[in-house]
């Protein structure tokens, strides 16, 4: 038996095709393994996440290692791999075999020419349902569901597109089937994934996200469903169906809003489609209906052409909104983009941009967990600590909550908030 190591880069959506694919050769016999111990398999696929640059780069700097000492080591980059970037993981090595995102189920295939010293390259756009493929999961009660492909958008700093094309819904009854058969399987949670879940039946001419997530729900078992990430564009279009299905029972009050600026001429250079008072709005309504939402999001600093007076906009934004979560990125050139052609901020200025924002956020998010001291919740585990017999749970806001005793994951038990920190809370058992 051949013996096959996976390395996962990115979100959700790329643990979701790791996971397809570790379960298609698993059924085809082959042990596979998520692991960073490359010297110990046949075969290394590289499942990447081209979104951001330091995430490449980790990528291919990883594939020279292994190329250098282990020159006969097979290899195959999957996922999220743009045209462009072919060259580059081409010129480390010639017989790299290439499956991007569009042939997550010709992995087998990919494996057996690559072993067999006929490296392939699936490269051709497609459009399959991603939906009802063996899985190995990650995390045994997290059934991480893609609810489509690609992007209505074409953001000037983002090479997605280039990948995955358009907006493709998948058929809801296949999702709905897809999240039955998870509760079966004893999955509690149902994460819906995507690169825009607002966008979900976009395609088919309305926004179709409250009502899945309403049929989900209707689903028998206990169980929590996370919504994930949504752009304000469609947001807009469906804010209230929205709140009323966060206020369900099996669904995590939580939300995932990128709003990348908070200068709406930085906003028009992305091709974002919506103005940073919109996306205010979104949230003030959101923490009106629901005070006790979880709202993460994304900002990209040092956008082409950011000026002191526009960065100043997107720090007030954030000061005002005061998401829980905030993921920073520096701006970094995608091959292929149009970002990449414009007038560059210097490395110096973004990085000082990048470690004000990191300070704000701190204080927010510390301010906010501060509120949930000496209340009482009941957490989902979904997650052992690294070190100890740490446990960590999520209550109804999807707070993390450390809990230092030994718990049976899937189990939900009481606490109560004993102390806040920058990234979770810490729970003792009631």
């Not at 996370?226 to 939300?255: S, W």
């Amino acid at each position: 038996m051949q013996k096959v190591i996976m390395k996962t880069y990115g979100c959700s959506n790329n643990i979701a095709e790791s996971e397809m694919m570790m379960g298609l050769l698993t059924k085809e016999g082959y042990i596979v393994e998520e692991s960073e111990n490359y010297n110990k398999g046949d075969a290394v696929i590289f499942n990447m996440c081209s979104v951001k640059g330091p995430s490449v780069t980790q990528c291919l700097t990883q594939i020279k290692k292994i190329k250098t000492n282990y020159p006969n080591k097979k290899i195959i980059v999957a996922g999220c791999v743009p045209l462009q970037l072919i060259p580059d993981i081409k010129n480390i090595s010639e017989d790299i075999s290439i499956v991007n995102t569009s042939h997550v189920d010709k992995i087998k295939q990919a494996l057996e020419q690559t072993l067999d010293h006929n490296p392939v390259e699936y490269k051709k756009f497609a459009r399959p349902i991603k939906l009802g493929f063996p899985r190995v999961r990650k995390n045994p009660i997290v059934s991480i569901i893609p609810i489509l492909q690609g992007c209505n958008d074409f953001c000037t700093y983002c090479s997605t597109k280039l990948v995955k094309g358009n907006t493709f819904s998948y058929p809801e009854s296949m999702i709905v089937r897809e999240a039955m058969k998870s509760v079966k399987e004893g999955c509690k949670e149902i994460w819906l994934t995507s690169q825009d879940n607002g966008a979900y039946q976009t395609d088919n001419g309305y926004v179709g996200l409250p009502e899945l997530i309403k049929k989900i729900a209707m689903i028998n078992g206990m169980f929590y469903i996370r919504v994930g990430m949504a752009n304000p564009t469609y947001l807009l279009q469906c804010l209230q169906p929205i709140i009323e299905i966060l206020k369900h029972d099996k669904v995590y009050t939580f939300l995932h809003i990128p709003f990348q600026s908070g200068n709406n001429e930085i906003l028009k250079g992305m091709k974002r489609r919506y103005t940073a008072l919109q996306y205010k709005e979104i949230v003030e309504k959101l923490k009106k209906e629901l005070p006790d939402i979880t709202i993460a999001s994304d900002v990209i600093v040092g956008f082409p052409g950011e000026t002191d007076e526009q960065f100043q906009d997107t720090y007030d934004l954030i000061k005002e909104t005061k998401p829980d979560k905030l993921h920073i990125s520096r701006f970094q050139a995608r091959p292929g983009t149009k970002a990449a052609h414009m007038k560059q901020v210097p490395d110096k200025i973004i990085k000082e941009r990048s470690r004000k924002i990191t300070t704000l956020f701190k204080e927010i998010s510390l301010d906010l967990n501060k509120k949930w001291i000496n209340k009482e919740c009941y957490i989902l585990i979904d997650e052992h600590g690294q070190k100890g017999n740490d446990s960590i749970g999520r209550n109804i806001s999807y707070k993390q909550v450390v809990v230092k005793e030994k718990i049976e994951l899937g189990s939900i038990v009481k606490v109560k908030i004993k102390e806040a920190r920058i990234f979770d809370l810490v729970g003792e058992l009631i």
